[in-house]
C-alpha cells in the first residue's frame, strides 16, 4: 500500500485539462519537493516535474506541477492523445528515509 | 548522455540468490546518489533501496531489508543489488536509476530495466 495517494484513473477528452493529485503526510510531501513521472507500457518513466514545479528541457510547458501542504498536483492542459499513460508522484520520506511512490494514475484519453 | 544498463537478471526458484549490476556513463558515477526500483508486472513503481555517493549511507525498503543487499564500485562505475531467500513476490522489472541531482535520492534518470523472475 502506498503512502503516497493517487486516484487509480482519470480521463479528459483532447485540448482538455486534466489534474492528478498525489495526498501524502509531513514527512514526505509536507517537507520536501515532489516529482512526477509518466510512464508509458513497456518503457522506463520519464521525468515531467522536480522540485514540485519544474519541468526538465523538453518537457512541453502543457505539464505543470503544483504543491501545498501534503498535497501535490500535476496538471496537463491541452491534452492530447499521447498524453495516455501511467503517471507517478514521489518524494523522499524522512521517517522511511527511504523515496515513497505513488499508486500511479491511469490517464485515459477519450 | 547519461546510460545506465542493468543485467544479471533471469528466472531463478523461490530461496535462491541473484546479482543484478547497473553499469553507468555519461556523467561523475561517484558524484550521484543511487538507487534501484522495482515495478512486479501490472502494478506501480516500489522504491527497492538507495545508496550514497560514498557507498557509505544505505537504505532499504521494509520488503527487502534483511535479504538484499545494495553497493556500489566508484572505481568501475557500477551499482550493485545483491538479492537472497528470493520471493515469488520479488517478481518485477527491476530499475536501476541515479538520484536526480547533487544529494537527491529521488530517481532520474532510469536505466531501460532487467526482468527477474522468481518462480518454482
Known amino acids: 500500500q502506498s503512502v503516497l495517494t493517487q486516484a487509480p484513473s482519470a480521463s479528459g477528452t483532447p485540448g482538455q485539462r486534466v489534474t492528478i493529485s498525489c495526498s501524502g503526510s509531513s514527512s514526505n510531501i509536507g517537507s520536501n519537493y515532489v516529482y512526477w513521472y509518466q510512464q508509458l507500457p513497456g518503457t522506463a518513466p520519464k521525468l515531467l516535474i522536480y522540485?514540485?514545479?519544474r519541468r526538465p528541457s523538453g518537457v512541453p510547458d502543457r505539464f505543470s506541477g503544483s504543491q501545498s501542504g501534503t498535497t501535490a498536483s500535476l496538471a496537463i492542459s491541452g491534452l492530447r492523445s499521447e498524453d495516455e499513460a501511467d503517471y507517478y508522484c514521489a518524494a523522499w520520506d524522512d521517517r522511511l528515509s527511504g523515496v515513497l511512490f505513488g499508486g500511479g494514475t491511469h490517464l485515459t484519453v477519450l | 548522455e547519461v546510460q545506465l544498463v542493468e543485467s544479471g537478471g533471469g528466472l531463478v526458484k523461490p530461496g535462491e540468490s541473484l546479482r543484478l549490476s547497473c553499469t553507468a556513463s555519461?556523467?561523475?558515477?561517484?558524484?550521484?546518489?543511487m538507487n534501484w526500483v522495482r515495478q512486479a508486472p501490472g502494478k506501480g513503481l516500489e522504491w527497492v533501496s538507495s545508496?550514497?555517493?560514498?557507498?557509505?549511507?544505505?537504505y532499504y525498503s521494509d520488503s527487502v531489508k534483511g535479504r538484499f543487499t545494495i553497493s556500489r564500485d566508484n572505481a568501475k562505475d557500477s551499482l550493485f543489488l545483491q538479492m537472497n531467500s528470493l520471493r515469488t513476490e520479488d517478481t518485477a522489472v527491476y530499475y536501476c536509476a541515479r538520484g536526480h541531482d547533487y544529494g537527491d535520492y529521488v530517481p532520474d534518470p532510469w536505466g531501460r530495466g532487467i526482468l527477474v523472475t522468481v518462480s518454482s
Open positions: 545508496i550514497g555517493g560514498s557507498g557509505a549511507y544505505l
Open positions: 522540485r514540485s514545479s
Open positions: 555519461g556523467f561523475t558515477f561517484r558524484d550521484y546518489n
